[in-house]
């Protein structure tokens, strides 16, 4: 139950970070059936880089292993080829207890290297959905599956491949334009934007939607919000359940 964050209750005050409350939710989801949640961290004002592209580290320790608790709740964590390339990621759970989800990228251009951690470090399976008949760098395995007419891979067809393969639940964690098409589907059920106390004041934005006429248009997520001890909100997103106006 989620009170005024100033009423302390004698243990723990209901704002304070709990991991079990905060994956509550796909912590109760069947483990047979489909369940995405997405995940962001930016700055107060909206930022995920600065104009340098730097972004590491725009969030705190705690949002980072709260992340990795995510991925040892989850089959497989996906990103775009974009985040792959510049953040050369090993997507495992290295900082808390659990097992490494299996790890997807996206790329229907078929612009993965072939010197990227994650294919050589033996620590989880490496899944790239990509075009029919496009190869992949040696230690992935490819997905195949055709593009929309805008040149990408719809996301709820890569969900769909995803649970043929058994891949029930799925974290989608970047970069940003692949969360947004996630959300623009309407395939993402959670999602968990991590808030760090700093303003940046330009660079890259977050979440770029597809656009509204009006404010009747917006998503509106029941939220639910937890502070991390080292200084970083968390906004729990239940992207099923919206909020009436």
Do not use: W
Not at 83 to 93: E, H, K, R
Not at 113 to 135: F, K, Q
Not at 157 to 183: D, K, Q
Not at 210 to 239: Q, S, Y
């Amino acid at each position: 139950m989620f009170v005024d964050a100033g009423k302390d209750n004698g243990r723990r005050r209901s704002s304070d970070y709990d991991p079990e409350t905060a994956l509550d939710r796909l912590a109760r989801s069947d483990r047979g059936a489909a369940y995405v949640i997405g995940q962001l961290g930016q700055s107060l004002d909206g930022r995920i880089a600065t104009p340098t592209g730097a972004s590491k580290y725009i969030n705190g320790h705690e949002a980072l292993r709260h992340l990795h608790r995510i991925r040892a709740c989850v089959d497989a964590v996906l990103v775009g080829v974009g985040t792959a390339i510049a953040d050369n990621p090993q997507l495992t759970t290295r900082h808390v207890d659990g097992a490494n989800p299996v790890r997807v990228i996206v790329d229907p251009q078929g612009r993965m290297p072939e010197g990227l951690a994650m294919l050589r470090d033996g620590a989880a399976p490496v899944l790239v959905v990509t075009l029919p008949g496009s190869d992949v760098p040696r230690g992935a395995e490819p997905v195949h599956l055709h593009c929309d007419g805008g040149g990408h891979i719809r996301p709820g067809t890569i969900a769909a491949a995803l649970r043929e393969r058994g891949l029930h639940r799925l974290l989608v964690e970047g970069g940003a334009a692949t969360l947004a098409r996630f959300i623009d589907a309407g395939e993402l059920d959670e999602l968990h934007l991590m808030v760090a106390p700093i303003v940046l004041g330009s660079g890259k934005t977050g979440l770029n939607l597809n656009p509204i006429a009006g404010l009747d248009e917006a998503l509106r997520p029941l939220v639910r919000t937890m502070r991390f001890k080292d200084g970083d909100m968390l906004c729990m997103c239940d992207m099923r359940r919206p909020v009436a106006v």
